[in-house]
Nanobody, 115 residues
Framework: QVQLVESGGGLVQPGGSLRVSCVAS????????MAWYRQAPGKKRELVAT???????NYADSVKGRFTISRDNAKNTVYLQMNSLKPEDTAVYSC?????????WGQGTQVTVSS
């Protein structure tokens, strides 16, 4: 079964850290470009970070220096380490996998940054 399953979301105080994970199944994970997107209520979906099959990473300006995307091909898992979290980081974080015309999405995990 082809699926992406996110986990690790939750409530965290401003300035705190959180790591979200996305486990892929049913795909040749190591060949896929993986990405994290987020969508806050009333806002458009935003690309947060990407990591290619070769390990090249790219980040939105809003998270550069605070977030780190990584992947473990042996575990079919992509991570997003989020540090120095701000209230404006509150959103549903979704995992995306792309390989040529194949475009897969997870169901998302809620991250809330609030005191």
């Amino acid at each position: 079964q082809v699926q992406l399953v996110e986990s690790g979301g939750g409530l965290v105080q401003p300035g705190g850290s959180l790591r979200v994970s996305c486990v892929a199944s049913g795909i040749g994970f190591s060949s896929y470009t993986m990405a994290w997107y987020r969508q806050a209520p009333g806002k458009k979906r935003e690309l947060v970070a990407t990591i290619t099959s070769g390990g090249y990473t790219n980040y939105a300006d809003s998270v550069k220096g605070r977030f780190t995307i990584s992947r473990d091909n042996a575990k079919n898992t992509v991570y997003l380490q989020m540090n120095s979290l701000k209230p404006e980081d509150t959103a549903v974080y979704s995992c995306n996998a792309r390989f040529f015309q194949t475009d897969l999405w997870g169901q998302g995990t809620q991250v809330t940054v609030s005191s």
